[in-house]
């Protein structure tokens, strides 16, 4: 079955100053994320309580300098990031990244 345009990334890579990253989907729409951002919406169990879904991490316990060391493909629906406070536990499914731009992009750009 495939996939919907708009989860499906076309490109993915830092922006031109190398500060935010950049989703270029399938659909045409041009992402930039903030890495600060995302790292404090870190979708893993050790960010956000499994049972109750509520959000452990606060922005006030990331660093306004977190950046990703390392960006890895999970499969062919998700991306990880090494992130330079040490964590690499997060799975960023294309579908939560693009959500997360959807609802949010305006505000973090």
């Given at each position: 079955?495939a996939?919907?345009l708009r ?11 190398g ?6 989907w399938?659909?045409g729409?041009?992402a930039?994320?903030?890495?600060r951002y995302l790292?404090?919406l870190c ?6 309580d499994e049972?109750?879904?509520v959000r452990t991490l ?5 660093n306004?300098?977190v ?9 062919r629906?998700a991306?990880?990031f090494?992130?330079?406070d040490?964590?690499?536990t997060?799975i960023?499914?294309?579908e ?11 505000k973090i750009?």
């Open positions: 079955m996939r919907e989860i499906e990334p076309d490109e993915i890579g830092p922006t031109e100053d500060t935010q990253l950049r989703i270029l399938k659909d729409v041009v930039i994320y903030v890495p790292r404090i979708p893993c169990a050790g960010c956000v049972m109750t879904g606060t922005p006030a316990m990331v306004d300098a950046y990703p060391m390392a960006i890895h493909y999970v499969g629906y991306i990880q090494m992130w330079s040490g964590h690499s997060g960023y499914t294309f939560y990244l693009r959500e997360i731009w959807d609802t949010e992009g305006e750009e």
